[in-house]
């Protein structure tokens, strides 16, 4: 199985295009493809910093999981339809081409999101505080990201700290345990096409 550690302190913030906050790509395949359009990755997971309210770029085709991970969260009006993302550590699925508005709830936010391009890839976000398995394999890729305080891979002693992140491929279904003091998000990433 193949390991990529993804260290938070090496990405790049990008400023979205409507100035209310910012971005940090974490993983994507193809590799690099922040600020790009859908047709341009068949997923991508980010790391964003919500400064204002406002609108969300519409992703037409994309399927979206957004998670609350740091502030008093927000109200997601999708589509016309209210939902409150207030509880941290809790995803949310939704329409990537669904018309968004975002309402912050008492300030400034952190959120973690994955999209994936439908009939491509199937997106799984789950959520661990405690000791957890992982395992890849031919078709599927599993990306963990350490939300809140740290983790340790224990076959490789890979250590991770708040929003470090790795990457497993290529494997063949063997489990790999991994240790946790806080919060860890396993998404996992299946190739349909």
Not at 2 to 9: G, I, M, S
Not at 58 to 83: E, K, N, P
Not at 109 to 134: K, L, P, S
């Amino acid at each position: 199985m193949a390991t990529e550690v993804l260290r938070a302190a090496r990405r790049q913030a990008a400023p979205w295009k409507n100035g209310g906050g910012v971005t940090s790509e974490v993983a994507a395949e193809p590799a690099g493809s922040a600020g790009s359009g859908p047709g341009d990755f068949d997923w991508r997971v980010s790391v964003a910093e919500v400064a204002d309210s406002g609108p969300f770029s519409a992703f037409d085709g994309v399927d979206r999981i957004i998670t609350l991970v740091d502030g008093d969260g927000m109200v997601l009006t999708v589509d016309g339809v209210a939902h409150t993302v207030t509880d941290p550590y809790v995803p949310f699925a939704f329409p990537g081409g669904a018309r968004t508005e975002c309402a912050l709830v008492g300030g400034p936010i952190t959120d973690f999101n994955v999209m994936v391009r439908g009939g491509a890839v199937a997106a799984r976000v789950r959520i661990a505080r405690e000791r957890v398995e992982v395992a890849s394999k031919p078709g599927v890729r599993v990306l963990v990201v350490a939300l809140a305080g740290s983790a340790v891979l224990s076959r490789s002693g890979v250590e991770l700290g708040c929003l470090d992140a790795v990457l497993l491929s290529g494997g063949d279904g063997e489990a790999a345990e991994v240790g946790i003091d806080g919060v860890l998000a396993v998404v996992t990433l299946t190739e349909l096409a």
